[in-house]
């Protein structure tokens, strides 16, 4: 059995963060580019929107799990801070180790995730920044970290970190993979980032912890693309 942390979801907490996933990733989507393929609003716009609703739904249906964790989160705010940063460049280092093994297996297809994000915060940056740095870390960390690693991690450590890590990085892929199936190799550009967050709720036993790391590195990952 794995140490005990203290930051859970209760069971029903649980059931609102399950239930949330097929909608964030599959129903949410879906019923907004009816809108948008009618020209009332743009892709970005409708990018926007399923991250300003799931932010919200996050906020309200885990707002004492966000409460109680922040607690935790100021009363040791120094080891947050040296886990944050410790595992950022952990993840750095491991994206350049996976950049050496795709370029070993000679792969020349760019990551079709990372492309559109590119495009969306050249063309807007201010909107996509917002949803990249602020909206997608609560949303993410609330299905991936405080869900399904969560929920996972109290029967088996290696199967809450597999699960985690495969499905975030599967999340990123499988809408560039439905059209090329190639694609779902860009999933181990997803390991080390995943696993750093995974470790950094673990370590810092708050979803804040992670939060701050998945805004730290998107918020990077921003700042490249207005400088290129």
Known sequence: MPMEMN???????????????PVHILALPYLLSIPMMMGFFSD????????V???AYMLLVLRRFFRQDFDTLCDRPLRVLLTVVGAYWLAR????????????LSVTDSNGNNDAVIEMAKANIGPTAAMAVILAPIVEEGLFRAGIFGLIRRKSRFWAYTASILLFGLYHVWQSALYDPRQ??????YIPASFALCY???RTDSIWGSIFLH?????????AV???
């Open 7 to 21: 930051s859970r979801l209760s069971k029903k907490q649980t059931i609102a963060v399950l239930i949330w996933l």
């Open 93 to 104: 280092f491991g994206e350049v180790l996976i950049s050496l093994l795709l370029d070993a």
């Open 44 to 51: 970005m716009t409708a990018n926007l929107l399923v991250y």
């Open 53 to 55: 609703i799931g932010a």
């Open 226 to 228: 207005t400088m290129v």
């Open 200 to 202: 950094t709720y673990e």
């Open 215 to 223: 805004m730290l590195t998107n918020g990077v990952s921003m700042l």
């Open 184 to 189: 779902l190799i860009f999933i181990l550009q």
